[in-house]
């Protein structure tokens, strides 16, 4: 079956530095990949819309300076936690949309903000 | 505005008997709906789905049943199996996007 790596896995990092999360689909092109953020015990929220070669697109009250999102490549895609903050202490995962246009999650990043 | 709703936090089964995890949601136009179980730390993994267009859908021990006319959605796992417990997320979709549920979290025991 198709699979998406995240990496890393798990991060702590000082309140005001920035985050590196990368999403990669290995074995399928992912035009489009999809961040979502979850906060212990709520759902898992939609934070943007990544499409190769052009601007992510936003939900609502997701701020697009603060979460930056690159989707370079048809098979990688990074969200960048820009100042980070410990509010912004979440399980970040990514989903990558197959050509037969199922979606296949990565594993998550746990981002720990000191 | 919670579009997809999964009222019970929580769900206590005993092994091999049926679990009956619910979901109900407010927007008419979702084409698709999904179910994923996620354990703690990792990314959520596909169980089952059913299009709009249909009011069940069975894999093995997972059925999903469609009310469209109530908006609500549920998933049978039978028998209940230890292996089960785990998170249940519902979710909806219409184009690309994914809405999930608060999610139910499931624990079978012996």
């Known amino acids: 079956g198709a699979v998406v790596s995240q990496h890393p896995s798990w991060v702590i990092c000082k309140s005001g530095t920035s985050v590196k999360i990368e999403c990669r689909s290995l074995d399928f092109q992912a035009t489009t990949m999809f961040w979502y953020r979850q906060f212990p015990k709520q759902s898992l929220m939609l934070m943007a819309t990544s499409n190769e070669g052009s601007k992510a697109t936003y939900e609502q009250g997701v701020e697009k300076d603060k979460f930056l999102i690159n989707h370079a490549s048809l098979t990688l895609s990074t969200l960048t936690v820009t100042s980070a903050h410990p509010e912004d202490s979440s399980f970040y995962i990514c989903?990558?949309?197959?050509?037969?246009?199922?979606?296949?999650f990565g594993p998550g990043t746990r981002l720990t903000v000191l | 505005d919670q579009q997809v709703k999964q009222n019970s936090p929580s769900l206590s089964v005993q092994e091999g008997r049926i679990s009956i995890l619910n979901c109900d949601y407010t927007n008419s136009m979702f084409d698709y709906f999904l179910w994923y179980k996620k354990y703690p730390a990792e990314g959520p993994t596909f169980l089952i789905s059913?299009?709009?267009?249909?009011d069940k859908n069975e894999d093995g021990r997972f059925t999903v049943f469609l009310n469209k006319s109530a908006k609500h959605l549920s998933l049978h796992i039978v028998p209940s199996q230890p292996g089960d417990s785990a998170v249940y997320f519902c979710?909806?979709?219409?184009?690309?996007?994914?809405?999930f549920g608060t999610g139910t979290r499931l624990q079978v025991f012996p």
């Open positions: 059913i299009s709009s267009i249909k």
């Open positions: 979710a909806a979709s219409r184009g690309d996007k994914l809405i």
């Open positions: 989903s990558a949309r197959a050509p037969d246009g199922f979606g296949f």
